[in-house]
């Protein structure tokens, strides 16, 4: 079955097979990366953006990454360099941008829905990575990946996400992705940082405490907490939220005992997460970044592929 | 799938076919030195796994074997035609200063060939690349040939050309079907 999306917005508009396609073929794209010659042809002749409104490291280096790997010609754009600090507007930047055209464009956006936005207004294919509190489908789509590679499934997997489910795009697109294929999501964090209405976007369980999440968990999957977007009024203190929503190694006993502990980073060590669990043997943080490589491969391979909408 | 058509080469032939280019392959290189298979997806892969046994029975000892996928190589990948699922690749030997011995069921356009050569030296420069093909059913559009051909086959456009294989991977018949 082919992939007829012109874009990649979020893990929500794609159905389970779809998903599974991109797996598969991130499963099988993997190998070019341990390669000697870590480059395929693929996308010769194709000019793909990064255009970054907010601060990346790992997303946007992955997402150039994939496109170099794919033989794409990459160009970044990042806000704080761009006619975005003289006051331009994004639909003016896309227009831009369309006018020296590109095939592909990879953004991330504060502004939740900025995608969609712009997917409508331009014909090149349009790659959310990152839109505000809403979707995060590359990051999902990765950790679905690091799941599956070691279970070898996703169904029927208990999976715990823990932290600030309401200002985290990557739990959204999570729970979007994992209900799809049949995982059971269990969400915990402070009643202010659980959204209202949650159990809509899915078949998932919302959870009192951290211990009713971990108990018997396949996955836990600890959120980052956002200093940079925090009122003073969701949390107490840091300590006060490491004390009952942090994972700590006493804590992870509760899950089973071939657990994986994930994190979308970058850490906050000793506020969510102790530097002995995401550094010990049941962390797969590091494998959940190699994957990452080549989850974005295949978006690109099969967005580039996708049918065009008919007008 | 289509089971009308006619056979052109049943599971004897296609024995002795391969048991032929076995031979033929070892007399080339001078036996099994430095030698290796890389079939290509996927009728080429079952095939190298059947001459690399009948290679272990004329001359004793297992060659390593690897598969190709030539999917990202393609050369009709173009704007937003529809993207092909990517197989995989999976060669776990270098192939560097290797003879590298490329097997493939039908040899036609000689682009699936280009495709896959260009594969390989990603991986490495290999000392030679060899061709295996068990049909040759001509109209090539590239200046690539066979070094080792099963069964050479005349065909028109309009013909189409299937190796059936078994539940086993094992090939069962040839078979020439007009469109």
Redesign the interface.
Known sequence: M??KH?DILGLQELTAGEID?LL??A???K??NS???K????LRGKTIVNLFFEPSTRTRTSFELAAKR?SADTINISASTSAVQKGETLSDTARNIEAMKPDIIVMRHSISGAHHYLAKRVSYSVINAGDGAHEHPSQALLDMLTMREKFGRLAGLKVAIIGDITHSRVARSNIYGLTKMGAKVFLAGPPTMMPQGVERLGDVTVCRTIQEAVDGADVVMMLRIQLERQGKTLMPTQREYSRYFGLNRELLKLAKPEVMVMHPGPMNRGVEICSDVADGPNSYIMQQVENGVAVRM?ML??V?????PTE | MNTEGTIILDGAGIKRALTRIAHEILENNKGMKELVLVGIRTGGVYLASELASRLDEIEGGMIPVGSVDITLYRDDIKGHSKHLPVGKTDIPFSVEGKKVVLVDDVLYTGRTIRAAMDALMDHGRAQCIQLAVLIDRGHRELPIRADFVGRNVPTSLKENILVRFDSDNHPVEVVLQKN
């Open positions: 082919g992939f012109k396609l598969n073929t499963e099988n794209l190998e070019i390669r000697e010659i480059k395929v042809p693929t794919l295949s391979y099969h580039s592929g996708g049918e065009l």
